[in-house]
């Protein structure tokens, strides 16, 4: 990858509606070459997809949380259990395994407290394997999705 793939990528990130006539033009490429380094990229994966980023008050999720979660057991199978357990639940928009304690990290969104109330009680308490949960509630999100630096 080199200095004008990293710029491709830079500029799709802060916009990934741009035409290739835009992109081309904002990395100093004509338009065939600047096509081709986009499809090179989206095949190689550095380039996963293109979305819109939605603000989640706007569609009725003004609230969210993190919780903590620590599994009773830390062997393949209840890590494996857990996981397969969380990643078809739409409240849950991020979820990160990690080192140490706590084992995982879950950003969850719900429309209100009491919702939220709801979801921890019916689904977050059923989780396989869960031996702690510690929620916290996010009070303002100072740093919002950012692109990634290239340095």
Same mark, same amino acid.
């Given at each position: 990858?080199d200095?004008i793939d990293?710029?491709i990528?830079?500029?799709?990130?802060?916009?990934?509606?741009?035409s290739?006539?835009?992109?081309?033009?904002k990395?100093?490429?004509?338009?065939?070459?600047c096509?081709r380094? #986009?499809?090179?990229?989206?095949?190689?994966?550095?380039?996963?997809?293109?979305?819109?980023?939605?603000e989640?008050?706007?569609?009725?999720l003004?609230?969210?949380?993190? #919780?903590?979660?620590?599994?009773?057991e830390?062997?393949?199978?209840?890590?494996?259990?857990?996981e397969?357990?969380?990643?078809?639940?739409p409240?849950?928009?991020?979820?990160?395994?990690?080192f140490g304690?706590p084992d995982?990290?879950?950003?969850?969104v719900?429309?209100?407290?009491?919702?939220?109330?709801?979801f921890?009680?019916?689904?977050?308490?059923?989780?396989?394997?869960?031996?702690?949960l510690?929620?916290?509630?996010?009070?303002?999100?100072?740093?919002p999705e950012?692109?990634?630096?290239?340095?």
């Open positions: 990858m200095r990293k710029n990528l830079a500029e799709l990130q802060i916009n990934g509606r741009l290739f006539t835009e992109l081309a033009e990395v100093g490429l004509s338009l065939s070459p096509h380094r #986009v499809r090179a990229l989206e095949e190689s994966g550095a380039i996963k997809g293109y979305k819109a980023m939605l989640p008050s706007a569609i009725g003004g609230f969210s949380a993190i #919780v903590f979660v620590t599994i009773k830390g062997d393949k199978k209840a890590v494996q259990k857990f397969n357990a969380i990643v078809d639940i409240q849950i928009v991020q979820a990160q395994r990690l304690d995982f990290i879950l950003h969850i719900a429309a209100d407290l009491a919702e939220y109330q709801r921890y009680d019916e689904k977050l308490t059923d989780l396989p394997g869960v031996q702690r510690i929620s916290t509630i996010v009070m303002k999100n100072v740093v950012r692109p990634f630096p290239f340095l």
